[in-house]
């Protein structure tokens, strides 16, 4: 879906910018079912002394708030990396329709590693999951800013 791309190249802007920040490049952006951003977000955590602060939180946060409804049906969220377990849960009472992921996270991701919360029998709303676009770009970011922290 060439969409996918368009949101996602968008999503890793929101990665850089957390990048350039000092936080870890993810980033998250929030369509509603026209494809019209409803809100985006780069992680966030340190600036905001908030450990929820992870990117596809504080764009669900936006969302909500934007739309006056912290169910957000319809909608599409595209990040840069797999979520974790405490995002998957977000997503999944949020009731976002369709969850579109750029790179895969063997070691903290929830979705296709570590918990799989949308496989779990307790996870009572699952979003399509689409592996998206720009998984070798968003790889490199995390990659290459996490090697100059070494």
């Known amino acids: 879906m060439s969409d996918d791309l368009t949101f996602m ?64 049906p319809g909608t599409t969220l595209y990040v840069t990396l797999e979520p974790c377990a405490m995002c998957a849960g977000a997503i ?11 790179a895969k996270d063997e070691k903290g991701g929830a979705v296709w590693h570590g918990a799989r919360y949308f496989d779990q029998s307790t996870c009572h709303w699952r979003p399509e999951l689409v592996e998206g676009p720009l998984a070798n770009e968003a790889g490199q970011l995390l990659r290459a800013f996490f090697r100059a922290r070494r």
């Open 92 to 102: 999944s009472i949020a009731r976002v329709a369709r969850l579109v992921i750029a």
């Open 9 to 72: 190249t968008r999503a890793l802007d929101q990665a850089r910018a957390a990048a350039e920040a000092g936080e870890a490049p993810i980033g998250a952006v929030l369509t509603d079912g026209e494809g019209e951003i409803i809100a985006e977000a780069g992680n966030a955590p340190i600036a905001t002394c908030d450990p929820t602060g992870h990117a596809e939180i504080r764009a669900l946060r936006a969302a909500a708030q934007k739309l006056g409804n912290y169910r957000l």
